[in-house]
């Protein structure tokens, strides 16, 4: 992989979070060797950045300045920041507002350029979608596009809507269902004529603990407690990559060279296979083809 592009349609479903999440479960060592990049391009503007105790500098507006004579993954790189606690995680924070982001939509298809490469993981928010929408160039250069939806009959009209405009114009959206749902997937699938690659629950303490925003819990994430109140939600995170990878969309980056491995290590590794292999039937189970 590749560029993953993740976008809403209406309301705030949680499609920066999830962008987010994603990037993070790519940029721990267990998925692959290589950091995972974050770009919050939603031209509406940022959101993370105070979330994650980041500063708006380095970000997108400060690359578009050094952008101007031309981008090259090195420059990209050199306006990225790290979020303390997610190492291999390489966060480009959004700009202000509206205004910076009409001002750097022509850097959205530089990005694309340098990101079509496939040795780059990255995750872009592009925000909601808008019908005459500037964001395709980096659509197009994804290996896959999410686009992340509550259940409720309005948000589901107009996905369909979406995904019905982006199929016109030669793109797939896969959806993400977020929130508690009072539909069942295959009736989201039918009601989109798309596919469902996953659901997202809502859980703001466990997101609180992934995103270590709350000053509150600090130290709390090192406990099992914490590990296993984020269980659910990362799960969740998990299950819509298998679904990419079970799809071809997503290549797992080269896992790290296995040390030796005495007899507790075995155990460990079977423990993992066995996990994994169940995160992977569960993920292909919920992949259901509207
Ligand atoms: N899985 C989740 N569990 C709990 N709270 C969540 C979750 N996802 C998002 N939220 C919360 O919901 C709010 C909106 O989330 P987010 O900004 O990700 O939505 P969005 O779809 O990107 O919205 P926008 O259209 O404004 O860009 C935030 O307060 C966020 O913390
Ligand atoms: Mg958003």
Redesign the pocket.
Known sequence: MTLLTVS?VKG??????LAFLLAQALAAPSYGTGPCLFLEC?PAGG?LAPALGLLAIPGLASLALAARHGLTADVLISHTQSPAGSPGLQVVPGVAGPEQGGAVRWLLDELARILADPSIRAIADL??LQHDDANDSLRSAAAANLI?TGDDVASLLHTRSAVDTARRAGLALDVVVSGQRSHGLVQVARATEATVIGT?????MA?AILLRSDRRLAGFPRTTASRRRTEG?KGDVTAILHSLETRGALVPGPVPAAPPVGTRGRAALAALRTSRARASREAQEAVLVG
């Open positions: 809403t705030a479903p949680g499609g920066t979070t939603d959101d925000g909601r992340v997202v629950r809502r859980d703001p997101l939600l």
